[in-house]
């Protein structure tokens, strides 16, 4: 894991000063901006011990990888929320709680892995889970993207996805994927059990390993002319066939 994280725009710093604070060892300003919400911050940072340094345009434009930084770059400390899925699993058993998972299965746009963390904690997904290689990884974009889900929501990046699947299918988690062809429909799922909801990567879907280890495919119906959807509105829709089936009926 690399020693250095680079966290962009008001909200991925906001996230990781509520959540981590000690992980923050440096924030950069543009010199020109002082408005109200860059003082506020400002304040924020000297409140915390935290130094900061304005700075040209120019240098956040370096720092940010061409990003757009609202005027403000942090280079934090990486900060892992679970080493391993036994850190999300084991407490959630205890708890007597049914585990509620997203699987990415090589998402490499940092954008869509970016919506997909942030409907991901908004629905309570206990975790999401993704492949080493041929994914994106936790990067600045992303970071900005998620508006603070990637300091809320474990994030697990694991060498073998298909070896994965099936300890997680061991430990009783039923793995539904979605498939254009396949028959049943997402709202014929079961989404109160233990699960994880398995989603392709933009443009290729599911590689056959993990298709062949999902417990069950479905569909997401769709009515119009549009042959599919981008794979984080795709993930919101399932994500919240389970909170909808998840949440307790309201009496009339």
């Known amino acids: 894991m690399s020693s250095q994280q680079v966290l962009v725009g008001f909200h991925a710093l906001q996230a990781r000063l509520r959540h981590a604070p000690d992980t923050v060892r440096e924030v950069f300003m543009d010199a020109s901006r002082r408005d109200a919400r860059m003082q506020r911050c400002q304040q924020q940072l000297d409140e ?41 699993l084991d407490p959630l058993e205890d708890r007597d709680e049914a585990a509620f998972l997203l699987i990415l299965d090589g998402v490499s746009d940092p954008h869509n892995l970016g919506a997909c963390l942030r409907t991901a904690d908004a629905a309570g997904v206990h975790a999401v889970i993704a492949p080493k290689d041929r994914a994106v990884g936790l990067n600045a974009t992303v970071h900005r993207v998620a508006c603070g889900a990637a ?6 990046t694991v060498t073998n996805l298909a070896r994965t699947l099936r300890a997680l299918r061991e430990r009783g988690i039923w793995l539904i994927g979605t498939d254009d062809q396949a028959p049943g429909s997402l709202h014929q799922v079961e989404a109160r059990r233990a699960l994880g909801w398995v989603m392709g990567s933009e443009g290729h879907g599911m590689r056959r390993l993990t298709r062949e280890t999902c417990d069950e495919l479905v569909h997401i119906p769709m009515l119009g002319a549009v042959e599919s959807l981008n794979v984080s509105v795709a993930s919101a829709i399932c994500l919240y066939e389970t909170v909808r089936q998840r949440s307790p009926a309201k009496g009339g």
């Open 151 to 156: 300091d809320t929501i474990p994030y697990l």
């Open 48 to 88: 915390a011990g935290i130094t900061w340094r304005a700075v040209d345009a120019s240098r956040l434009d370096g720092l940010a990888g061409g990003i757009r930084h609202q005027g403000i770059v942090a280079l934090a400390h990486p900060r892992p929320l679970a080493i391993g899925i036994d850190d999300v």
